[in-house]
């Protein structure tokens, strides 16, 4: 059993032949998918995916990227409405990105921390992406109490020091592709010290392929390939490093299968 924990299967890149990268994905053991819808466009067709497929789950929220686009009373009013949805697990994933220019860092704090806000009030853990923002990130979260919800640092990127900052305020710290390249240095010291209850997997496809299909497709089949690593880093069997993941992911979103 494995989870992939963030992936984003009702992305374009998959109109071709989503129904068998699913199946693929059953195929190598993984029995839930977690799927981010993360704007205007993603919303629908992430909970489309959840409502078809038992195995799917939604997050929904608004990337700090398309933060400008936000109309924010109404779409947090949506969001808000959404997270009823019984497959709805976390709001994400919001956060902050530096390095794309597509949004103001001004709209991205307000957007950012206004959806912590709406968590903390609805109880839900919340998916956090962090792009060349670790500071602001974690200063934001501490001043938006966001340790009464915790959740994922969806991912992670930032060093061992940051990384123990998030698990301090009650995150996850959640591996994917980046891992597994032979000059990860970072990634793998921070696995090797982040404590197994704590570990999560994840593919961000169709983005980040683990090795060796970097700079291929990413789908969900190779969040396995994550677990090996993972598994090897730890020193501990595949098998083990997938029922302490999956565990951790239950329970870090309320899960029940």
């Not at 993984?30 to 466009?41: A, H, L, Q, Y």
């Not at 992430?46 to 109404?74: Q, S």
């Not at 921390?113 to 992406?129: F, G, S, W």
């Not at 994550?226 to 090897?232: C, H, K, S």
């Amino acid at each position: 059993m494995l989870i992939d924990t963030h992936a984003h299967l009702d992305s374009p890149k998959f109109d071709a032949d989503r129904e068998a990268v699913i199946s693929r994905a059953l195929e190598a053991g993984i029995d839930t998918i977690v799927n981010i819808g993360f704007n205007r466009e993603t919303i629908p067709t992430t909970m489309a995916l959840a409502e078809k497929y038992p195995f799917i789950y939604a997050v929904v929220g608004w990337h700090p990227t398309d933060a400008i686009e936000m109309k924010l009373e109404e779409d947090l009013a949506w969001i808000e409405q959404l997270c009823n949805h019984p497959k709805v697990v976390a709001i994400g994933e919001i956060g902050l990105d530096y390095y794309w220019d597509t949004s103001p860092k001004e709209i991205q704090h307000i957007v950012f921390r206004e959806q912590i806000r709406l968590a903390r009030r609805l109880n839900k853990p919340i998916v956090i992406h962090n792009r060349d923002a670790h500071e602001d990130v974690v200063r934001i979260l501490k001043e938006e109490k966001a340790e009464e919800v915790g959740g994922i640092m969806h991912c992670f990127s930032g060093s061992p020091e940051t990384a123990k900052k998030c698990l301090d305020m009650n995150f996850y710290i959640s591996f994917g592709g980046p891992v597994t390249f032979k000059n990860a240095r970072v990634p793998k010291e921070v696995l090797e010290r982040v404590p197994l209850d704590r570990i999560l997997l994840e593919t961000d496809a169709p983005y980040l392929a683990p090795h060796p299909h970097r700079g291929q497709r990413n789908e969900s089949a190779f969040v396995r390939l994550v677990a090996e690593t993972a598994a090897e880093i730890k020193g501990i069997s595949l098998a083990e490093m997938s029922r302490i993941t999956s565990e951790n992911a239950q329970r870090c979103l309320g899960i029940t299968r």
